[in-house]
């Protein structure tokens, strides 16, 4: 456990969320648009949309997995930029152009054979309830829809694609070693291979 890195989420060490669920995620699912990325759309010329993602994130979708901690992603758009990033990453539980969250939700959960309770999604928009109510642990960006302020368990501290994933790994890994001992794996030259 990393005390240090914990005491500055005391709320909720205090209410034992964290311990009581973080330790055993199995899976961390996550939305994109308001969540890996700004939620903005940049439009070339030739119409092609262009998103903005954080390389944080991308140190944390690769992390996560090397401690047993699978990632997914739900998103309700579909984008050339997108899926070369999911790519990249080697993200192999991809729904993209998803607009019944649950249904994939409910897919994923019978493919992985999970539990709920084993799972934490990260969504900041009302799509995203779909959800939601149906994991261990809910999280949402600083700025995620007042809906979801209201009823996520952990409001992070950081806004959409500004190392959401980043900040959320960080919690998870945390709860079970220091992070300078997570974080051994991401120093080493083949990390940054593609998987």
Request: proline share 4%.
């Amino acid at each position: 456990m990393d005390v240090a890195f914990l005491e500055h989420y005391q709320e909720l060490v205090n209410g034992n969320l964290l311990m009581k669920k973080l330790p055993f995620l199995k899976l961390v699912i996550f939305d994109v648009d308001g969540v890996l990325t700004d939620g903005g759309l940049y439009y070339g010329a030739d119409g092609e949309a262009v998103k903005r993602f954080n390389v944080k994130d991308g140190v944390a979708l690769k992390l996560l997995p090397k401690w047993g901690v699978d990632v997914a992603v739900i998103t309700a758009k579909d984008s050339a930029p997108l899926r070369k990033r999911m790519e990249d990453l080697g993200v192999k539980h991809v729904y993209y152009g998803c607009h019944d969250k649950a249904a994939a939700f409910d897919e994923l959960m019978q493919t992985l054979t999970l539990e709920p309770e084993q799972v934490a999604y990260v969504g900041d928009d009302v799509i995203d309830l779909q959800v939601m109510p149906k994991v261990g642990i809910s999280l949402c960006p600083a700025d995620a829809h007042t809906l979801l302020l209201r009823h996520c368990d952990i409001t992070l501290k950081r806004s959409a694609g500004q190392g959401v994933a980043r900040e959320v790994a960080d919690l998870v890994l945390a709860t079970r070693m220091p992070l300078e001992k997570a974080y051994e794996l991401a120093k080493r030259p083949e990390f940054e291979k593609k998987n």
